[in-house]
């Protein structure tokens, strides 16, 4: 699993959640991924985030394929000028696993209280 840049548009700004198969045999996932901002000591910043759009078809993954899922937040100032804290940890859950994955990671910043993922595509 990678966090790829910030992509920032119109207001908002997008990242990329990548997951790769690191397996010999194709999987599939489908879904959205539960995902939680951590702080260092492993408490939880903010609220999950919450779903965007609607559930796509599940996606067959190649062994060495990626597929990706976006997180979404707002830039400072669009609504409201708060932001949560910078995590020190991304904490995900694949669509449809009970085991959850951590990056080290100071991304995403969620401002405007709005911090959502889209499915896997």
Known sequence: MTLGRGDPGAGSIYYPLDFTNTTTHACTLDGFPGVSLLRGDGS????????????????????????????????????????????????????????????????????????DVGPVH
Request: net charge positive; glycine share 12%.
């Open 44 to 115: 939880v910043i903010g609220k999950p985030a919450g779903r965007q759009g609607a559930k796509a078809a599940a996606v067959r993954i190649a062994p060495g394929q990626t597929v990706e899922a976006d997180l979404h937040t707002l830039n400072q100032g669009i609504k409201g000028d708060s932001c949560w804290r910078k995590p020190t940890l991304i904490m995900v859950y694949p669509p449809g696993s009970t085991e959850s994955m951590t990056l080290a990671t100071s991304n995403p910043v969620v401002c405007g209280d709005t911090f």
